[in-house]
């Protein structure tokens, strides 16, 4: 065998010292060299991630800076940690709208490396680093953080722990600003989801290690059996918990869809080689029983497959890495009983590494001291895996499919009533890999349906909470060993994100319709873990529509060159109704009133 397109994942995320593979690596190439044409006054490039925009109020927000910090030299040292205290001097404590915004430049060499915002041990942004250039770069994230409405108000610990390492070779320092900005309220009575959803919770309670730690406050989940515990105790007069899941994958389950079937790997005596097959599955446990699942998004980061493929539009996620929401609520009657209970994570087929963590969000009833609940059904169908393989020697084609059904049942008494609570998830997965030319060439096709729905029952009204996700996920790369220690790679990418919200409170419901999809071509030149030519192209179509905001953007860009950007917010009812139909094709919906259920 010459070379392979499944070669040990080089990744400095979080190892170190610094292990680079004498093999080469196609999906994690190292470090880029420079190879834009760059004069003393070329300006920053700046790098972005396709996202709708913000939906603000029309109000002067106070911003507070939050953090200012220079990530030079912080692989394993302790967390940035800086006091947060809510703005003092605004004309209105009552916000509508909480955004935080992460800034950063960075000039030099640098890999991309994993980032994570807490604030008092909840985590607020998981997130990835743009990889510098020798003239710089600078970006933006902003996320609206409204959810984490009630610890805001208070003062607490801020904390970001970004590893970072510098060197002779890797010369990157990031300079950060952390600044969070409320938006007074503008006195409008707008409908949005949020409203009917009983805005935000009273309290959020974090499900993440405590300080004082020399990492981030994620636990790492490092093989299939691992499972990390948090104990963690609730007020008596909780009567509804959804958990917000935080994830991201690292080293050898960086690349996870494209992991080997350990049989093969076996077979062609690859040890050593990212196995345990492309199907992962995050498990969280309450007590040790499960109470939902994570099938996550495949997010590329930015050095990721081809690293020129993300100059300078980023990959899906990459910079904004999506949480998941599990629905607690039938629990709750298990756990308020003020003792202590835990929560538990897990990873099927898991190598090292995952970052995990999660956020409880807590309404308390403001009427009652002690609320009560039972527990009723659960049915968890147990993981359906079917592998069909016809490898012969290096070449084959693997067809894995999966799927997962869990349901659960339970009711909370409290001043709102007796509400009874029904939560569903449906999985459905699918992954062909073909490998060809003696493993030389791997071309991947993946999708994820990920279905969640809420049914909130009280003696007045439903409440119900839809979401229907599509992930699709397809690579093909091939390698060839150029035999003087380099070797050149072609490789190209499809990543997609769609979901389809539908919310309802009596008669009234919201609907919202995301069809996000980038498309890349790449090849290049590695030597040593420099990619010393090569050319990035990426073509992204963002398209969003909900009851107030419609939303576009095309745009492409090759070569760290901006091809085409069309944007807008210009889209008739007819254009919305189009979008769904799109969405539609793929999710065959019930053929639903828009406005009533
Ligand atoms: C990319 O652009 C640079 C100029 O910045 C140019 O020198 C180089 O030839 C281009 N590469 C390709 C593959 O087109
Ligand atoms: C919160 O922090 C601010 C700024 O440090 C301080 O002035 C204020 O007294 C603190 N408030 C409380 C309740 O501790
Ligand atoms: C951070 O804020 C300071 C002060 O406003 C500003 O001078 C600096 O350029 C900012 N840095 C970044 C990375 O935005
Ligand atoms: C799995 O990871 C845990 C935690 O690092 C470790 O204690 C355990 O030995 C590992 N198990 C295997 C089978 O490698
Ligand atoms: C497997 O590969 C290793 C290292 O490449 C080699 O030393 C060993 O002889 C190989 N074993 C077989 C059975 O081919
Ligand atoms: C495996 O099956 C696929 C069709 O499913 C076929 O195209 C391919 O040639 C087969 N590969 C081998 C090595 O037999
Ligand atoms: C998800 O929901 C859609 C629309 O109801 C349905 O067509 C699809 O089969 C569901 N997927 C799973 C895995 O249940
Ligand atoms: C899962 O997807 C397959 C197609 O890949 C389809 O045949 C099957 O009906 C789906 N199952 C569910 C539960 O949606
Ligand atoms: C694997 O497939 C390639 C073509 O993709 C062919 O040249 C090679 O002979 C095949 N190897 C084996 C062992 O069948
Ligand atoms: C190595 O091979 C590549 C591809 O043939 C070639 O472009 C490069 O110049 C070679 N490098 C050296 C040092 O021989
Ligand atoms: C990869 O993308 C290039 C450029 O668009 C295209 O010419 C080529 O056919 C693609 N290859 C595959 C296998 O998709």
């Known amino acids: 065998m010459a070379s392979t397109v499944f070669s040990v994942v080089v990744v400095l995320l979080s190892s170190f010292p610094a292990i680079f593979s004498a093999k080469p690596s196609t999906f994690r190439p190292p470090l880029t060299s420079d190879l834009i044409a760059t004069t003393k006054n070329t300006p920053p490039t700046t790098y972005f991630e396709v996202t709708k925009p913000i939906q603000l109020p029309n109000t002067k927000p106070c911003s507070v800076l939050v953090l200012r910090h220079d990530f030079g030299y912080t692989y394993g040292s302790p967390p940035v940690l800086a006091p947060y205290a809510p703005p003092t001097n605004c004309p209105s404590s009552n916000f509508d709208k909480i955004v935080l915004e992460w800034t950063a430049t960075c000039k030099g060499r640098q890999f991309d490396r994993i980032f994570g915002v807490w604030l008092a041990g909840v985590e607020l942004l998981r997130s990835c680093t743009a990889e510098p250039t020798a003239t710089g770069i600078e970006w933006t994230v902003k996320k609206d953080i409204t959810r984490y409405y009630s610890l805001l108000m208070k003062n607490q610990t801020l904390a970001v722990y970004l590893g970072n390492i510098v060197d002779d070779t890797y010369t990157g320092v990031y300079h950060v600003n952390v600044t969070i900005h409320f938006y007074p309220a503008e006195n409008k009575n707008i409908l949005n989801s949020d409203h009917l959803h009983n805005q935000w919770a009273d309290l959020i309670i974090p499900i993440s290690r405590n300080l004082p730690l020399n990492d981030g406050l994620w636990f790492e989940i490092k093989n299939s059996t691992d499972v990390k515990l948090k104990h963690f105790k609730i007020p008596l007069n909780a009567y509804r918990a959804v958990l917000e899941v935080y994830v991201s994958f690292h080293e050898n389950d960086e690349f996870w869809p494209t992991n080997l079937p350990n049989d093969y790997v076996l077979h062609n005596n690859l040890t050593g080689y990212p196995g345990n097959g492309p199907f992962r599955e995050v498990v969280v446990s309450l007590d040790g029983g499960v109470v939902g699942a994570v099938w996550p998004f495949t997010v590329v980061y930015t050095g990721g497959v081809n690293p020129l493929l993300w100059r300078p539009i980023t990959g899906i996620g990459s910079f904004d890495l999506p949480t998941y929401d599990i629905e607690i609520t039938p629990f709750l009657g298990t756990i308020l009983d003020g003792k202590s209970h835990d929560f538990g994570f897990s990873v099927t087929n898991a190598l090292n590494v995952w970052y995990i963590d999660a956020n409880l ?183 969003y529509g909900d009851d107030d905001l419609c939303y576009f953007r095309d745009v492409s860009s090759s070569n760290y060159t901006i091809l085409y950007d069309k944007q807008g917010h210009t889209c008739s009812k007819s254009k919305k109704s189009r979008l769904d139909l799109v969405i539609g094709t793929q999710w065959p919906l019930h053929a639903r009133d828009r406005h009533a259920i």
């Open 361 to 543: 969000h807590l309404w308390l009833d403001e009427k009652s001291k002690k609320t009560n609940g039972r527990f009723l059904t659960q049915n968890i169908s147990p993981l359906h895996v079917s592998l069909v393989s016809n490898y012969t020697g290096l070449n084959g084609t693997f067809v894995t499919k999966v799927t997962r059904s869990i349901k659960s049942s339970g009711w909370v008494q409290s001043s709102h009533g007796k509400i009874v609570t029904k939560s569903t998830q449906d999985f459905n997965y699918s992954n062909i890999m073909v490998m060809a030319q003696n493993g030389d060439a791997q071309i991947v096709n993946q999708m994820i349906e990920f279905n969640d729905s809420v049914y909130a029952k009280n003696p007045s009204s439903v409440l119900s909470k839809e979401s229907l996700k599509l992930f699709s996920f397809y690579i093909y790369s091939d390698t060839e060993d150029k035999g003087n220690g380099s070797y050149s790679e072609v490789a190209n990418i499809t990543l997609g994100f769609n979901e389809k919200k539908v919310d309802s409170l009596g008669s009234k419901s919201l609907s919202s319709v995301l069809e996000n999809l980038q498309n890349g071509q790449g090849s290049m030149l590695v030597k040593g873990n420099l990619v010393v030519r090569g050319l990035g192209s990426t073509q992204q179509m963002y398209k």
